[in-house]
């Protein structure tokens, strides 16, 4: 009896699948047998060329390397020369379909999975994938040699076995429904890439993959060129028919913001995505915006907008407090900014997840009370209790109020004003230094620096390039940064990247924050453990309010729109789909318009 009932458990906890996709949520929307996405254009014209700047702020590159910590990769490597096992679809929240894959079978039992290669695979050197090398890139991958976030969120896999040259399974050490599509979507590259190098030697040996681009030239630190290869082995299968249709990809690289805009007003580049305000309000318009000769718009999605904010480095004594954190953050006039500085265009951020369903709002569920009831004694009281709204300062409320607020906060945590400045019992000043890469943040700060200076704490802001800031963010050595942690659609493995204990030990990791809470590590495997999409839902609405009564970070804004602006010659699918990022959508699915 015993074992009948932990069979049935364990097809509870297998996510819903067929030999072709794996779904987290209900069915794969697209049955076996499927042609195409619906928001692609399968017949898009080939052919063509766009220009595009580099994509965040990293002005340079000095690699082709994108697995490890040292050097800065280039742009565009991912998404144009690495694929995997399986890609996951722009209109389901966690469904993942056949690439380098043509089957996909999970045990009865939720402990392995068993991938069949297709064996069209090839990479951009001739040579069939096989299962030897999907086995070496998680080797390596979940090696020390790179990045810590692959070991992170591949620490449940025991084990992986190549069957033959075209069939590979990995065992897992527990039934995590989401583990089939953590390997599953693992980056894939060939054996002989680096010719025998450690993967932290591999620096400008252009990767042996199967994507559908090949570097054609680069200047290094300048620009890259991918060619589109004639001899792409995917071009007609379902997961990328209508898809990477421009002949050539050409990154340029600005060393700021401001040229960079410029430029693209110069016609330097095609394709550029918005995220300031004031820019957005201001700068995009003129002639070639009346004349239609560039195009802008606000594309709405359906992202979970992820956290952006202030992220106190919990290392530093200063931020152990709660009372301090809670302090710091009313101090923040979200209303002032949206009103003076960002033309009325963003929405204040109360969730890790806001704009979806997996935000938490109001009390507590009795479901959500179930998982955080037994961890009360670790969470901050605030947990369990209605979630409260962000500070606010329109009327009847104000910025006075809550500074008051404030001041009474730090004085519990024994901070108190005296002799110019706010202090400790021991005289010491409250102060701390703001790091920063010199992006547009840099002009959100000022007013909250003065707002703090009226409780008589002094703020440093310092800006230095990229990649000092990205060494001193991967050695932890900072005391506040302003960071946005990504938006999905189904939390997971990643957790542990990111609020898990062990990672806060792990420089280059990305929990920033410090986070070592066992009561978080209890949620965050709830998450992880969840048997269906309703639990997951109630397990991420708890580990939300967790971290939001924490304040670790004081949270920004968000915007359920992507601002976007291009050249009049693109085409684009008629079908949007529901969870994309404005650039990789244009990458994958455009084309160029006929003359």
């Not at 960002?342 to 959500?368: C, D, I, K, V």
């Not at 924490?550 to 949270?555: K, L, R, T």
């Not at 085409?571 to 650039?583: E, S």
């Given at each position: 009896m015993k074992s009948y009932l932990l069979l049935l458990l364990s097809l509870y906890l297998l996510p819903a699948y067929a030999e072709h996709a794996i779904s987290l949520g209900d069915a794969p929307k697209y049955a076996a047998g499927f042609t195409a996405f619906d928001y692609v254009n399968p017949a898009a014209a080939k052919g063509g060329a766009i220009i595009l700047p580099n994509p965040d702020r990293r002005n340079s590159f000095d690699s082709f390397n994108p697995f490890i910590i040292k050097g800065t990769s280039a742009a565009g490597l991912g998404a144009l020369m690495f694929e995997s096992l399986g890609v996951m679809s722009w209109d389901e929240t966690a469904t993942m379909y056949g690439l380098l894959a043509k089957e996909i079978k999970v045990a009865k039992d939720g402990l392995s999975v068993t991938f069949v290669l297709n064996p069209a695979a090839r990479f951009n050197n001739g040579a069939k994938v096989t299962a030897a090398d999907v086995k070496h890139s998680f080797t390596v991958l979940n090696s020390r040699l790179a990045a810590p976030q692959y070991a992170s969120q591949l620490r449940d896999v025991a084990g992986v076995d190549v069957l033959d040259s075209q069939t590979i399974v990995y065992r897992f050490k527990t039934a995590n429904r989401e583990l089939p599509q953590i390997v599953g979507t693992l980056p894939v590259f060939s054996q002989q890439w680096g010719a025998g190098k450690t993967l932290d030697k591999i620096a400008l040996e252009p990767p042996i993959s199967s994507g559908p681009y090949q570097i054609k030239d680069y200047k290094l630190g300048q620009s890259i060129r991918y060619q589109r290869r004639s001899d792409y082995w995917g071009n007609n299968q379902p997961t990328r028919r209508g898809q990477y249709n421009f002949d050539q990809i050409t990154y340029r690289y600005y060393q700021d913001e401001t040229a960079k805009l410029e430029a693209f007003k110069a016609g330097e580049f095609d394709f550029i995505t918005e995220y300031g305000a004031r820019n957005w309000a201001r700068q995009y318009q003129g002639p070639k915006f009346r004349s239609g000769e560039i195009k802008k718009s606000e594309l709405r999605h359906h992202n979970s907008s992820g956290m952006q904010g202030y992220v106190m480095n919990l290392r530093r004594p200063l931020f152990a407090d709660l009372?301090?954190?809670?302090?710091?953050?009313?101090?923040?006039?979200?209303?002032?900014?949206?009103?003076?500085?960002?033309?009325?265009?963003?929405?204040?951020?109360?969730?890790?997840?806001?704009?979806?369903?997996?935000?938490?709002?109001?009390?507590?569920?009795?479901?959500?009370?179930?998982?955080?009831?037994?961890?009360?004694?670790?969470?901050?009281?605030?947990?369990?209790?209605?979630?409260?709204?962000?500070?606010?300062?329109?009327?009847?409320?104000?910025?006075?109020?809550?500074?008051?607020?404030?001041?009474?906060?730090?004085?519990?945590?024994?901070?108190?004003?005296?002799?110019?400045?706010?202090?400790?019992?021991?005289?010491?000043?409250?102060?701390?230094?703001?790091?920063?890469?010199?992006?547009?943040?840099?002009?959100?700060?000022?007013?909250?620096?003065?707002?703090?200076?009226?409780?008589?704490?002094?703020?440093?802001?310092?800006?230095?390039?990229?990649?000092?800031?990205?060494?001193?963010?991967?050695?932890?050595?900072?005391?506040?940064?302003?960071?946005?942690?990504?938006?999905?659609?189904?939390?997971?493995?990643?957790?542990?990247?990111?609020?898990?204990?062990?990672?806060?030990?792990?420089?280059?990791?990305?929990?920033?924050?410090?986070?070592?809470?066992?009561?978080?590590?209890?949620?965050?495997?709830?998450?992880?453990?969840?048997?269906?999409?309703?639990?997951?839902?109630?397990?991420?609405?708890?580990?939300?309010?967790?971290?939001?009564?924490?304040?670790?970070?004081?949270?920004?804004?968000?915007?359920?729109?992507?601002?976007?602006?291009?050249?009049?010659?693109?085409?684009?699918?008629?079908?949007?789909?529901?969870?994309?990022?404005?650039?990789?959508?244009?990458?994958?699915?455009?084309?160029?318009k006929s003359p």
């Open positions: 009372r301090v954190r809670q302090a710091l953050g009313l101090a923040l006039d979200f209303e002032w900014l949206n009103r003076q500085l960002f033309y009325r265009q963003y929405q204040r951020l109360n969730s890790f997840y806001a704009n979806s369903e997996l935000a938490a709002s109001g009390a507590p569920t009795a479901q959500e009370l179930q998982l955080l009831r037994p961890l009360q004694s670790q969470l901050p009281a605030a947990t369990l209790t209605t979630l409260a709204a962000p500070p606010n300062t329109d009327p009847p409320n104000s910025l006075r109020q809550n500074l008051r607020q404030a001041r009474e906060l730090l004085k519990q945590a024994g901070w108190q004003y005296r002799d110019g400045a706010l202090r400790n019992a021991r005289g010491e000043p409250f102060e701390f230094e703001l790091l920063d890469d010199g992006g547009p943040m840099g002009r959100v700060f000022p007013p909250l620096a003065r707002n703090l200076a009226k409780l008589g704490i002094v703020v440093k802001q310092r800006d230095i390039d990229f990649a000092l800031y990205q060494r001193r963010l991967d050695d932890f050595d900072f005391d506040m940064v302003v960071l946005r942690f990504p938006n999905v659609q189904s939390p997971g493995q990643e957790l542990l990247d990111y609020y898990g204990s062990q990672a806060a030990d792990t420089k280059g990791s990305s929990n920033v924050i410090g986070l070592k809470s066992p009561a978080i590590d209890r949620l965050i495997e709830h998450v992880l453990q969840a048997p269906n999409r309703q639990q997951q839902i109630t397990a991420v609405h708890a580990l939300d309010r967790a971290l939001l009564a924490g304040h670790y970070i004081i949270p920004h804004w968000y915007s359920a729109t992507h601002r976007a602006a291009w050249r009049d010659r693109f085409a684009m699918p008629k079908t949007m789909p529901l969870y994309y990022q404005a650039g990789d959508w244009m990458l994958a699915t455009w084309w160029q």
